[in-house]
């Protein structure tokens, strides 16, 4: 620090410096922080204040961690948890099962018989919705066609018989034409369908759809069949 000087005259061509007696403080609002220039290298993140509690060697690790931070194209909707869709927007549309007979089968029998079934082998357990359509006929003005769907192991069907799902029974008003259909002798024809919601227990499930006459010996026809079991829950 330079220290102020004054001149006293001696004499001619003589000069004597007489050093002033000095004394100086530091002024805080001179010297702070914001005034002192630090090196680069001299700088610890660890020594400053409100870094927050995460180092930057551990956020470095957090960034760098694959298992957390995904790109777009590795993003997969179906390994979500609870995400409510899976592909193609559907609630479980790997557990769609269907079946389909348009071949008529014609009867005469009073006993029940089967026109196809629907038996998925590996069936997870759930809610499941049962839905089936079917076209029918009967050559008679006076007797039955009778219809159902059976539930073989029981667990949904109404408090008349828990075996069964649906059931439909009609008085036909015809008995004149051909059926175009193949089945009976009749032009008239009526079609049904419908659905249930129904709670599985897993593995094997089987709904059979039947058909039988009221009595007689008049051909009751079904054709144009139809059963499909979709998982909703």
């Known amino acids: 620090m330079a220290i102020?000087?004054?001149r006293t005259d001696a004499g001619a061509g003589n000069c004597i410096l007489e050093e002033f007696a000095i004394a100086e403080t530091l002024d805080n609002d001179i010297l702070s922080v914001a005034?002192?220039?630090q090196h680069e290298a001299s700088l610890d993140h660890n020594n400053i204040l409100?870094?927050?509690t995460n180092t930057h060697a551990l956020i470095d690790t957090h960034i760098g961690n694959a298992g957390l931070h995904f790109t777009e194209a590795s993003i997969n909707h179906n390994n979500i948890l609870n995400n409510g869709l899976t592909s193609g927007h559907l609630p479980f549309p790997w557990e769609i099962y269907y079946?389909?007979?348009n071949?008529?089968?014609n009867t005469t029998s009073t006993a029940f018989i089967n026109h196809m079934s629907l038996a998925p082998a590996t069936v997870a357990g759930g809610v499941y919705q049962l839905m089936w359509s079917y076209s029918f006929s009967r050559n008679n003005t006076g007797s039955d066609s009778i219809i159902q769907i059976q539930d073989?192991?029981?667990i949904d069907g109404n408090a008349v018989?828990?075996?069964i799902v649906h059931y439909n029974q009609i008085e036909h008003k015809d008995s004149a034409g051909t059926s175009r259909q193949g089945g009976s002798g009749t032009n008239q024809a009526r079609s049904a369908s419908g659905f249930i919601h129904v709670n599985l227990p897993a593995g094997l499930q089987t709904f059979n759809l039947q058909i039988r006459s009221s009595g007689g010996t008049v051909i009751t026809s079904i054709w144009d069949a139809r059963l499909s079991l979709t998982r909703v829950g």
Do not use: R, W
Request: charge should be neutral; glycine fraction near 10%; aromatic fraction near 0%.
């Open 4 to 6: 102020p000087l004054k």
């Open 35 to 37: 005034n002192i220039t």
């Open 50 to 52: 409100n870094v927050g």
């Open 99 to 101: 079946a389909i007979n």
């Open 103 to 105: 071949v008529p089968t």
């Open 152 to 154: 073989v192991a029981g």
């Open 161 to 163: 018989d828990p075996t």
